[in-house]
């Protein structure tokens, strides 16, 4: 009955055509991470951020889960140990592949959120700065992403579940970012298994005891097809 903990990052949705961070071509290629990304560049220019989330959750409502998201969701359905997949992803695309319960630890696009009362609700494809909130009515809507300086969601329950872990993931991630990047180190230090699943060596790989290298729609499918024993496992890359 081993338990399976999963980080994904944005690598796990590119080929579903959703753009990564820190490509040469990627979101913080094209914006400033502290004019997009942080409370502060909410506070200094509103609409640039909400237009910015906009155009990304209409980016991610018109793409498809692929291979990957698939698979994970099938090691959910037919593993016989708890799998727990955690996101810094702010598509759907796991739910949309069939997963179930993903924890957003940096929020979701579908998300909207009252900076003044706290209440969440379905976000519409297009915000708009000053936008009411359905509970208390102030003009202070915003989309439910945690920027930079924030604290990501669910990080009590991430780290006991990190604990129990007999096997971690990290799929699609640079491993740039704290504290997801050093989630590696807290299930190694708890004992589990861990495999880093890429198209190469993130900032934190070498903390990883096992490496699955290519890309994800080939890779994954491939490590779970091997989990749940339907193929004889290849030698894997401990190097
Ligand atoms: C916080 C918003 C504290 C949503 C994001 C040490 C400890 C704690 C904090 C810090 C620390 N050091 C620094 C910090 C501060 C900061 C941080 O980590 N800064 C970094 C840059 C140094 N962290 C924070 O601010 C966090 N908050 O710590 O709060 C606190 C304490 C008390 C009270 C209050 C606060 C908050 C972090 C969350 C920030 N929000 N995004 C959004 O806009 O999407 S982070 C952003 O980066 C995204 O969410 C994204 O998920 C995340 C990580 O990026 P990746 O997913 O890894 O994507 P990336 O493009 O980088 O890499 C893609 C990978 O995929 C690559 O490896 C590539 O090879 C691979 N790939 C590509 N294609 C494929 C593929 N793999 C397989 N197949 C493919 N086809």
């Known amino acids: 009955m081993s338990k399976i903990v999963i980080l994904t990052g944005a690598g796990i949705s590119a080929e579903s055509g959703i753009e990564t961070f820190r490509a040469e071509d990627g979101l913080w290629a094209q914006h400033r991470v502290e004019d997009v990304a942080t409370p502060e560049g909410f506070i200094r220019d509103p609409k640039l951020v909400v237009d910015f989330y906009n155009a990304r959750r209409k980016q991610a409502s018109e793409a498809a889960p692929n291979a990957a998201h698939k698979a994970l969701a099938k090691?959910?359905?037919?593993?016989?140990?708890?799998?727990?997949i955690v996101t810094q992803n702010v598509d759907d695309l796991h739910e949309q592949g069939g997963s179930k319960k993903v924890m957003h630890m940096h929020g979701a696009l579908k998300s909207a959120l009252c900076a003044s009362c706290d209440h969440r609700w379905e976000a519409p494809m297009v915000m708009a700065t000053g936008d009411p909130c359905p509970k208390c009515k102030a003009?202070?809507?915003?989309?439910?992403?945690?920027?930079?300086?924030?604290?990501?969601?669910?990080?009590?329950?991430?780290?006991d579940h990190l604990a129990e872990a007999d096997i971690f993931a990290a799929i699609g991630t640079s491993g740039n970012v704290y504290p997801a990047a050093g989630f590696v180190a807290e299930a190694r230090?708890?004992?589990?298994?861990?495999?880093?699943?890429?198209?190469?060596?993130?900032?934190?790989?070498?903390?990883?005891?096992?490496?699955?290298?290519?890309?994800?729609?080939?890779?994954?499918?491939?490590?779970?097809?091997?989990?749940?024993?339907?193929?004889?496992?290849?030698?894997?890359?401990?190097?």
């Open 189 to 239: 230090q708890h004992g589990a298994h861990t495999v880093e699943l890429n198209l190469e060596r993130s900032a934190v790989g070498n903390q990883f005891a096992e490496h699955r290298t290519g890309p994800a729609s080939r890779v994954v499918p491939e490590w779970v097809e091997e989990l749940l024993g339907n193929t004889v496992p290849r030698r894997p890359d401990f190097r």
């Open 75 to 84: 090691l959910q359905q037919h593993h016989n140990g708890q799998v727990v």
């Open 139 to 159: 003009p202070a809507a915003r989309p439910d992403i945690v920027w930079f300086g924030e604290m990501p969601y669910d990080m009590d329950a991430i780290f």
